[in-house]
């Protein structure tokens, strides 16, 4: 399946974008853009107040505007959660206990995640990969397999709910694959 048949799939979900300073800039806004396509409203969360600053290239690039703070942010009003990668951004989500509280509470309710590139990173903090199979960029590998993960080099990966991705090359199959995820809505699967 490809995204432009997808269109209205998402009507009414609500998704949860969690995102920090130095996020990947490609690994938000292009599957926001798939996700919004698809019906979805989203919502940038974060532990920033306004904005949030991508990182794109060797520095900092656009930046996205904070719909509700993390620190007020509840799982219960979304469907699911998108974890965008970039080498700051989830170094900085790992040590907001608020954000780990966010991620770890859509792993309890069976909602779907998406995590791409060095988004897992999140995941292991809030103790949700043990025994998941999953991938992630290569640097993190390691991490996840200590965490007790199954990791994989495959383009996306879905175990139970669980989305993820290596690379912003990814995105597509990425996105077909969340969407799917998304649609189905809980998965029993999908555990703490």
């Given at each position: 399946m490809n995204t432009s048949s997808s269109s209205q799939r998402?009507?009414?979900?609500k998704v949860a974008i969690l995102a920090a300073?130095?996020?990947?800039?490609?690994?938000?806004?292009?599957?926001?853009?798939?996700?919004?396509?698809?019906?979805?409203?989203?919502?940038?969360?974060?532990?920033?107040?306004?904005?949030?600053?991508?990182?794109?290239?060797?520095?900092?690039?656009q930046s996205v505007h904070v719909d509700i703070p993390v620190s007020k942010a509840d799982a219960a009003n979304f469907d699911a959660l998108l974890l965008p990668g970039g080498v700051i951004n989830p170094d900085k989500l790992r040590i907001e206990p608020a954000a780990v509280e966010f991620v770890h509470a859509?792993?309890?309710?069976?909602?779907?995640?998406?995590?791409?590139?060095?988004?897992?990173?999140?995941l292991i903090e809030a103790n949700v990969v043990r025994g998941r199979r999953l991938t992630s960029y290569h640097s993190v590998k390691t991490d996840l397999i200590n965490a007790g993960a199954n990791w994989v080099d495959e383009e996306v990966v879905c175990d139970q709910g669980l989305v993820t991705s290596r690379k912003p090359s990814d995105?597509?199959?990425?996105?077909?694959?969340?969407?799917?995820?998304?649609?189905?809505?809980?998965?029993?699967?999908?555990?703490a």
């Amino acid at each position: 399946m490809n995204t432009s048949s997808s269109s209205q799939r998402l009507t009414g979900k609500k998704v949860a974008i969690l995102a920090a300073d130095g996020f990947e800039e490609s690994e938000l806004l292009k599957p926001r853009a798939a996700l919004d396509a698809a019906g979805a409203i989203t919502s940038i969360v974060s532990p920033n107040a306004d904005s949030v600053k991508s990182w794109t290239g060797d520095g900092f690039g656009q930046s996205v505007h904070v719909d509700i703070p993390v620190s007020k942010a509840d799982a219960a009003n979304f469907d699911a959660l998108l974890l965008p990668g970039g080498v700051i951004n989830p170094d900085k989500l790992r040590i907001e206990p608020a954000a780990v509280e966010f991620v770890h509470a859509f792993f309890e309710a069976g909602k779907p995640v998406a995590a791409i590139c060095h988004g897992p990173q999140l995941l292991i903090e809030a103790n949700v990969v043990r025994g998941r199979r999953l991938t992630s960029y290569h640097s993190v590998k390691t991490d996840l397999i200590n965490a007790g993960a199954n990791w994989v080099d495959e383009e996306v990966v879905c175990d139970q709910g669980l989305v993820t991705s290596r690379k912003p090359s990814d995105i597509p199959a990425f996105n077909d694959k969340m969407i799917e995820e998304i649609a189905e809505g809980i998965h029993a699967g999908q555990h703490a």
